[in-house]
Structures are given as C-alpha cells and as structure tokens.
C-alpha cells in the first residue's frame, strides 16, 4: 500500500481558497487512481474529486464542480486539490485516498489507503 500525507487545510473566509496536497509515498504512485473525499462534523465521508493514473481524466462531485480542481504531478509522487469560491458548507476534514483497483470509483470502500486527514474551516 501507499502511505498519503495530506497538507494545506485551514481557516479561510466564505469566498477564498485554499489549494491542498497530499504526498505519497512509493515508486507505484503513477499506477494508483487518487481521490480526495471529505467528512463534516456528524455527516458521512463524501466524495468530493478523483483522477485517473495519467491525470487525463477527473471526476467531481456535484456540489463542488466548478470550484473545485483536482490535479497531479507523478513526477512528485503528489496530488493537488485547489478550492475556489469556498463556501461555509465545505468545512470538513479532507482526506487523500489511493485505489489500485477501482479506476473511476467514487466510493470510498474502493480506496484502500488514506491518508490522516486534513482540516478545511470556511468562515461565513
């Protein structure tokens, strides 16, 4: 499996952004479909974004297409996901996940290794 570790969450005003990455460890990372999902206080883990190995393909949640941006650089071993026009209702903790399997899943049980979160606060 692959070890993630996510960074760039925080405290942001309705309207900002905030881009975060999530580093992984390993030589497969090319070979892994990546997502990023999120968990709001009392609420179930959501997806919120995903991307295929070559990061030719993304896929968004409805309530953040549009604002949200899912990137990676394999280069880097790392994945990006840049918030735009954040909204109070997208305070969550984010988490980074990796599927060797599932390509184009958005269920979470599909991804196998997760990261150890990351917290994301919009202020109204």
């Known amino acids: 499996q692959v070890q993630l570790v996510e960074s760039g969450g925080g405290l942001v005003q309705a309207g900002g952004s905030l881009r975060l990455s999530c580093a992984a460890s390993g030589r497969t990372f090319s070979t892994y479909f990546m997502g990023w999902f999120r968990q709001a206080p009392g609420k179930e883990r959501e997806f919120a974004a995903a991307?295929?190995?070559?990061?030719?393909?993304?896929y968004y949640a409805e309530s953040v297409k549009g604002r949200f941006t899912i990137s990676r650089d394999n280069t880097k071993n790392t994945v990006y996901l840049q918030m735009n026009s954040l909204k109070p209702e997208d305070t969550a903790v984010y988490y980074c996940a990796a599927s060797s399997k599932a390509y184009g899943s958005r269920w979470y049980g599909d991804f196998g290794s997760w990261g150890q979160g990351t917290q994301v606060t919009v202020s109204s």
């Open positions: 991307i295929s190995r070559s990061g030719s393909i993304t």
